[in-house]
């Protein structure tokens, strides 16, 4: 495969990977340019292993050895080598974890597709931290629930950042973006899902009780740190639950709250 040193943050080979911290920008230019960023070699692993496409890759000679068999099957992608001040200079960060790789982001699946099956499935509502779309999606591989569903203004669950914290399981876990609640709803109820917001609010069932009858098909609602779950979601669901808390604590960071609400929603 073409190893390829490079001595400047300027050539234009390495545009995939420019101003990688830029949020904003990146949440465009990445969709509209049909990739996403893997970082760090057991990373890219799991994305090649998930039948995804590298188009690039950006490596410091140390972190060589270990990123070329991971590319065995694409002997045509280029690898190109960089100092660690080019990659800092290129990406605007250090670049620790030795390796980024631009990989061809794969066709979105529709909803229907993502929830044909699933018994357990986890709703974000626009969760815009990408750290927490990481570790919600590595809660959900790790805890059993078959898809994720997002909706229009949640973060990218393929952002660099989201990718890392999830440790690469928003590769296995399939996910769709939801359309507005007033469809959503309507999608959701006609495969048979049980819309369960998981929000504080008078009148709401604590969790343990509702997951000992609990429906055939769960869709579990997550909303953004702060504000949690809005009015059209709480409006859209058919019960609302709570986690029982202590020490005057009245609830939990949306990735902890979803791991012990998927734990306890598990299929038995």
């Known amino acids: ?22 949020v904003a920008l990146r949440r465009v230019l990445e969709p509209r340019g049909g990739l996403y960023i893997a970082e760090s070699a057991k990373v890219i692993a799991r994305a090649v292993a998930a039948g995804h496409r590298p188009r690039s890759v950006l490596v410091q000679e140390k972190w060589l050895a270990d990123i ?33 790789a631009a990989m061809h982001r794969p066709e ?3 909803v229907s597709e993502v929830i044909a099956d699933a018994r357990l499935v986890v709703i974000l509502e626009d969760i815009v931290d ?29 952002y660099r950042r989201s990718v890392r914290v999830s440790m690469g399981t ?13 469809t959503a709803r309507e999608v959701l109820h006609e495969a048979g899902m049980h819309l369960t917001a998981l929000a504080l609010a008078d009148g709401a069932v604590d969790l343990d009780a509702f997951a000992e009858a609990r429906p055939e098909r769960v869709a579990l609602m997550l909303g953004a740190e702060g504000d949690g779950l809005s009015r059209r979601a709480l409006d859209a669901a058919d019960t ?21 609400a998927m734990w306890e929603l598990r299929a038995r």
């Open 1 to 22: 495969m073409p190893v390829l040193p490079l001595t400047t943050a300027d050539d234009p080979r390495l545009a995939d990977y420019r101003d990688l911290t830029d």
């Open 68 to 100: 070329e068999p991971v590319l065995a099957d694409f002997p045509d992608t280029p690898i190109y080598v960089v100092e660690p001040q080019i990659a800092e200079q290129l990406t605007g960060y250090a670049v620790h974890r030795g390796a980024l």
């Open 240 to 260: 609302v639950v709570t986690i029982p808390m202590a020490g005057g604590v009245d609830s939990l960071n949306v990735a902890a709250a979803s791991a012990v």
């Open 130 to 158: 990408h750290t927490n779309v990481g570790a919600i999606f590595r809660a959900a591989a790790g805890l059993g629930a078959d898809a994720v569903l997002i909706s229009p203004r949640c973060a990218d669950p393929l």
């Open 170 to 182: 928003v590769f296995q876990v399939p996910w769709a973006r939801l359309p507005e609640w007033r």
């Open 108 to 110: 979105p699946l529709s």
